[in-house]
């Protein structure tokens, strides 16, 4: 099962997205970028607030990743696998 998560679902790629969200958050600080509003102009929003958008993508990208023939054969249930790497996910996003 571990073979499987790392050539197929490739969750190394969460772990590296990981440490450069850390790299980012130091590197940018209290920088701000120029949104959009509603009132027809344009504010400011640090760009720290973005980073976790890193994050997101790689967990969507890996869980893309699926053998279905492979996974409704497989002994061990995948998703509870799946479930417990996001939930480690969610909880060193946190640390």
Request: charged share 10%; aromatic share 8%; with cysteine.
């Given at each position: 099962?571990?073979?499987y998560?790392?050539?197929?679902?490739?969750?190394?790629?969460?772990?590296?997205?990981?440490?450069?969200?850390?790299?980012?958050?130091w590197?940018?600080?209290?920088?701000?970028?120029?949104?959009p509003?509603?009132?027809?102009?344009?504010?400011?929003?640090?760009?720290?607030?973005?980073?976790?958008?890193?994050?997101?993508?790689?967990?969507?990208?890996?869980?893309?990743?699926?053998?279905?023939?492979?996974?409704?054969?497989?002994?061990?249930?995948?998703?509870?696998?799946?479930?417990?790497?996001?939930?480690?996910?969610?909880?060193l996003?946190?640390?």
């Amino acid at each position: 099962m571990i073979r499987y998560a790392v050539s197929v679902r490739r969750w190394w790629v969460v772990l590296s997205s990981l440490a450069l969200l850390v790299a980012m958050c130091w590197s940018v600080g209290t920088s701000e970028v120029p949104v959009p509003t509603l009132a027809s102009g344009l504010g400011s929003s640090q760009l720290a607030y973005f980073t976790p958008l890193l994050v997101v993508m790689a967990v969507m990208f890996c869980l893309e990743r699926q053998l279905h023939a492979s996974e409704s054969t497989a002994v061990p249930p995948v998703r509870r696998f799946d479930q417990g790497a996001i939930v480690l996910t969610a909880v060193l996003v946190h640390v």
